[in-house]
């Protein structure tokens, strides 16, 4: 059964502190990692990474994706409070038509 | 068989049309979404339904209209597109909004001339 889990579920830091994500997953076919944002609304797009594309890095954040470890991680330095928010992390299996979401990490930072 | 349907498969219209995508999910399931993924793009959340009440609409023009008469049935209403807009628009279904798997139609192909 495909499946998809993060660590840790909840995680509260100070701001300007530097937080590591994780994300597991077991899938048929892997085809893409995606990384969402999720504030008081729909989630946003952070990154998506391929066999083709297994680091990506946008301004503070940045992820890597272990394709033999089947695993990736979301980085991000210098936190600010603007960065509250659960992040979700979301895998494609290529054929089954289907996007499957881990539980997502609550992460807080404090001022 | 994924369980999602959508119709139709392929889609051509002029910016003056006005059509309209449909899926119907038969899981049983309280959460439909649409999904708009354009070429070499990775999946653009639009709209969230829950329990055939609308819980999200992600800053979508108001061109795209969507319609939810019951949990079963999601409707993508189109009117005055751009050609930007010609994508594959997806169709999902989860048992409940979000951290469950969501599991997707094929999709319309639509094309905006």
């Known amino acids: 059964e495909d499946k998809v889990v993060q660590s840790p579920l909840s995680l509260v830091v100070h701001e300007g502190d530097t937080v590591t994500l994780n994300c597991s997953y077991e899938?048929?076919?892997?085809?893409?990692l995606l990384w969402y944002k999720q504030e008081k609304k729909a989630p946003t797009f952070l990154f998506m990474l391929?066999?083709?594309?297994i680091e990506k890095k946008s301004g503070r954040l940045s992820s890597i994706l272990d394709k033999k470890e089947l695993s990736s991680i979301l980085n991000i330095t210098a936190t600010q409070t603007g960065d509250s928010a659960i992040y979700l992390c979301a895998v494609e299996g290529a054929g089954a038509q289907k996007l499957v979401f881990g539980q997502g990490t609550r992460l807080t930072i404090n001022p | 068989e994924t369980g999602v349907t959508q119709t139709p498969r392929h889609l051509v219209m002029g910016m003056t049309n006005k059509k309209s995508l449909k899926c119907e999910q038969h899981l049983g399931h309280n959460a439909m979404y649409w999904y708009k993924q354009s070429a070499k793009k990775p999946l653009e959340l639009m709209f969230v339904y829950n329990f055939k009440e609308q819980t999200e609409n992600n800053s979508v023009p108001s061109r795209f209209s969507p319609e939810c008469p019951n949990s079963s049935h999601l409707f993508l209403h189109l009117h005055t597109l751009q050609p930007e807009d010609s994508a594959l628009y997806l169709c999902?279904?989860?048992?409940?909004?979000?951290?469950?798997?969501?599991?997707f139609g094929p999709g319309t192909r639509l094309l905006v001339l």
């Open positions: 899938v048929t076919n892997f085809r893409s």
């Open positions: 391929t066999s083709s594309g």
């Open positions: 999902a279904s989860s048992q409940s909004v979000y951290q469950e798997t969501q599991y």
